[in-house]
Every structure is written in structure tokens, then in C-alpha cells.
């Protein structure tokens, strides 16, 4: 019995083992999301496969460093959803479809600066490429192919790094590319670019503006008052209307901008809230931006320097504060003209109007405006950019600091512009 008992029960139980040991499969494969890299001529193909089992191939690729990363950029998009079926189009046609759809929302001077950019260094570097093609490395080789050009400055090259992000966003919205290859670039310090690229804001001292005041004729004595005391851009200034002063609350509304614009830009219109002056190269414009729309104190000084220009103008139904003899807006061209044949030339700084806006920022900065403050009064978007416009106003100004808004008075401002015969060393020209 103990022979023939034992051996049915461990057959028993071994069948019992047999049924319940798990069977070993064999580990399914999930094909082809590593992906592969082969050379083709001179040149290499990545092939994977989409999440519906599509095998997808993609050739040209100049390197096998860039063909890996491109391999990567998929793989990572497949895996989070976010793949995008490669485009044959060209970076150049996507460029020049994308401009002709922003001309009603950039402003003119903005979208002949995209152009020139465009033509001039963008296409002939990426213009053949299709937009798939496009890697980040690409984008940064070509930044600091820019930074090492000596006739380049850094903030244009930051420039074009901006346009270009914005074209491959704007790629992205359409579905035609997964990633932003301008994305996340850093530049090199300011400190590290060589010397004769670095952009010379002049910031000018009160002393300085007031001796440049001395030799303008009315008009732009005034003009430049209110440039100083209020921070205003150049054509926000010429842009302003006299029912934009607020004489009893003491204050300005900044609501619009006078541009030149290219003859062959206005003719070929696209322009949106652009309103041509005549038939001349001027146009009335919206402001730059939402936080253009502003208002700025007008303090008492200003008030008595605009009240006598226009008393100066009572016989003119022209709308412009800052006009010409026939009535019409100032030409913007002419202020900077107008402006550099006022100041000497041997052994002076030279300063342009935009370095007023700066001074004015220095100034609030200096009497303990927050910078919130000072972004709002200056119309910018970014507290960033109200940063860059800080500078130290040493104590050589301070004898003149009552000569300049609060800083600044022009003493011989009110006899010069009270008298209608008074025509100053410069009176503005005539745009049109």
C-alpha cells in the first residue's frame, strides 16, 4: 500500500502545481517607438511609428546629432499626445502667408521692421527649410552667428530671436509644427558682447535739456517741455490733440500716435485703426498697446507753457497741439532732425528724443516712484522694460532741477510763446 499509495498522490499534486505555476509569456513589444536613424546619401532618415501603428518616415536631415534630437522631439510628442503630422511647406511660405495675415494687428512700423528682418537675415538663413526641418540647435547657431557680427547690435538680434518665436507659435496654432524651436534661448550676459555692439543710450542730464530748450523755436519748445515733463514717445507726442488736455483735473489722455508710413505700405493697405493724414506719408495710429491708452499728470508749469501755445495758435482750427504753420501735424522725421541740428557737435553728448522718455523714468525713480508707477506713466507692458529705463541722475542737474517739470522750469518759456512774432532759432517744417 505504501508503494502503490504514495505515487497517485504525488502525481496528484503535481498535476495541481502543473495548473496553478503561472505560464511564462513571452514580453509583447510595443514596435517602433524607439525609432530608428539610418543614412541616406548624405543625408538621414528617422522612422517611427504614431499611435495608430502609422510607420512614418522623415528624411533630409543634415546631421545624425539633429537627426536624434528630431527623433527625440517625436517620440516625446507621441508619447504625450501632442504629435503633429510633418508639413511640406517651406519656412518662406509659411513667413510670407503669416505676415500678410498680422498686418491688421501690427502696427506699420512693426511690420516693415518683421519684413527688413525677414529679408535680410531670417529667409536667406532658414527660407528653403521646411518648418519640420527647423531645430533648436539651427535657431541658436544662427542667434549667435548674429551676436558675433560686429554691425549687429544685441538688441537686434533679440529682436529677431522675438520674431522668430512668435512665426513658430503662430506654426504651432495652425498644427503645422509640435515644438517652438526659439524656444528658451538664452543670450550671453551684455558684459561678455564685445564693446563697439553695445547700444549707447544717452540719457541726457537737465542741464543738457535745458540748453538744447534755449535754441528751439516755439513749437518745439513746447513740444520738447512736454516730452520731458510727461515721459511721452515721439508719436504720441506729435499725435495729440487739443481736446486731450484735461486743464482743469491737470491731466493728459494719451489716445493715439502720428507715424510715417511707407507710401507703398498705406497704398497697399491691411492696415487696421490706420487713418492716412491727406495724401502725405503721415497716418493717425492707435497707441502701442492697451496700456499705451493712459493718463498722465500735467503738472502747473506744463499747463502755463501748453495754455501759451495756445494762445499762440487761436487762429487755427487744427486739432494737433503740435503743429505746423498750415496747421497740420509735425512730421516725426523732422522732430529727430530738428532735434540733432540743435546740439553741438564737438565734445557733447547727443541725446534723441526717446532719451527724454528715459530721463523722465530716472527722474520718478529718483523722487521714489514704485516701478508699478512708473511702468503705468510710461505705457509699457512688461515691468521689465520700465527697468531698462532707470539710469542714476548725478548731482550735476541739481541747479537746474526746478528748470524741468519738478525738476525742470524754462523761465523764458512763457515770453517766448506769448509772443506771436517770436519765431526762435528752429521752427518746425512743413510734412506735407
Do not use: H
Given at each position: 500500500m505504501n508503494g502503490t499509495g504514495t505515487a497517485p498522490a504525488m502525481e496528484a499534486t503535481a498535476a495541481i502545481v502543473a495548473v496553478e505555476a503561472p505560464k511564462r509569456h513571452r514580453r509583447s513589444r510595443r514596435r517602433g517607438q524607439r525609432g530608428s536613424i539610418f543614412k541616406r546619401n548624405n543625408a538621414y532618415t528617422i522612422v517611427?511609428?504614431?499611435?495608430?501603428?502609422?510607420?512614418?518616415?522623415?528624411?533630409?536631415?543634415?546631421?545624425?546629432?539633429?537627426?536624434?534630437?528630431?527623433?527625440?522631439?517625436?517620440?516625446?510628442?507621441?508619447?504625450?499626445?501632442?504629435?503633429?503630422?510633418?508639413?511640406?511647406?517651406?519656412?518662406?511660405?509659411?513667413?510670407?502667408?503669416?505676415?500678410?495675415?498680422?498686418?491688421?494687428?501690427?502696427?506699420?512700423?512693426?511690420?516693415?521692421?518683421?519684413?527688413?528682418?525677414?529679408?535680410?537675415?531670417?529667409?536667406?538663413?532658414f527660407g528653403d527649410y521646411a518648418l519640420c526641418e527647423i531645430r533648436k540647435a539651427d535657431v541658436v547657431k544662427f542667434l549667435y552667428k548674429l551676436l558675433g557680427d560686429q554691425s549687429i547690435s544685441q538688441k537686434f538680434v533679440k529682436n529677431v530671436h522675438v520674431l522668430l518665436h512668435r512665426l513658430f507659435e503662430a506654426a504651432i496654432e495652425r498644427d503645422l509644427v509640435a515644438a517652438n524651436p526659439a524656444h528658451k534661448i538664452k543670450f550671453p550676459d551684455a558684459s561678455v558682447v564685445s564693446a563697439a555692439k553695445a547700444e549707447d543710450r544717452v540719457v541726457p542730464m537737465p542741464i543738457e535739456v535745458a540748453q538744447i530748450f534755449e535754441k528751439f523755436g516755439a513749437v518745439y519748445q513746447a513740444l520738447l517741455a512736454t516730452g520731458v515733463i510727461t515721459g511721452l514717445r515721439r508719436g504720441e507726442l506729435i499725435g495729440l490733440y487739443w481736446g486731450d488736455i484735461d486743464w482743469t483735473g491737470g491731466k493728459i489722455h494719451v489716445r493715439r500716435a502720428v507715424l510715417r508710413v511707407p507710401k507703398k505700405l498705406m497704398d497697399a493697405g491691411g492696415f487696421r485703426n490706420l487713418e492716412r493724414?491727406?495724401?502725405?506719408?503721415?497716418?493717425?495710429?492707435?497707441?502701442?498697446?492697451?496700456?499705451g491708452y493712459r493718463l498722465v499728470e500735467m503738472p502747473s508749469n506744463l499747463a502755463a507753457i501748453l495754455k501759451a501755445l495756445r494762445q499762440r495758435q487761436s487762429g487755427s482750427s487744427a486739432p494737433f497741439v503740435f503743429q505746423t504753420e498750415i496747421g497740420g501735424p509735425i512730421d516725426p522725421d523732422a522732430v529727430c532732425k530738428v532735434l540733432r541740428a540743435a546740439q553741438p557737435t564737438a565734445g557733447e553728448r547727443r541725446f534723441t528724443l526717446h532719451g527724454l522718455r528715459h530721463l523722465y523714468c530716472s527722474l520718478l525713480e529718483k523722487n521714489g516712484a514704485t516701478l508699478k508707477f512708473r511702468q503705468e506713466k510710461l505705457g509699457h507692458d512688461n515691468a521689465s522694460t520700465t527697468e531698462g529705463y532707470t539710469h542714476l541722475v548725478d548731482d550735476r542737474g541739481r541747479e537746474f532741477s526746478e528748470k524741468v517739470g519738478a525738476e525742470f522750469q524754462f523761465p523764458s518759456v512763457s515770453l517766448t510763446l506769448a509772443n506771436p512774432k517770436a519765431k526762435g532759432l528752429l521752427a518746425p517744417s512743413n510734412p506735407l
Open positions: 517611427y511609428r504614431t499611435r495608430d501603428g502609422k510607420q512614418k518616415w522623415e528624411g533630409g536631415i543634415r546631421t545624425k546629432d539633429a537627426a536624434q534630437a528630431r527623433l527625440d522631439e517625436v517620440l516625446g510628442a507621441i508619447r504625450n499626445n501632442k504629435y503633429v503630422e510633418p508639413s511640406d511647406q517651406t519656412f518662406k511660405e509659411f513667413c510670407d502667408e503669416w505676415m500678410e495675415s498680422a498686418k491688421p494687428t501690427l502696427r506699420p512700423a512693426t511690420w516693415g521692421s518683421y519684413q527688413s528682418a525677414l529679408k535680410k537675415w531670417i529667409l536667406p538663413s493724414i491727406g495724401q502725405t506719408g503721415l497716418a493717425i495710429s492707435l497707441v502701442k498697446s492697451k496700456k
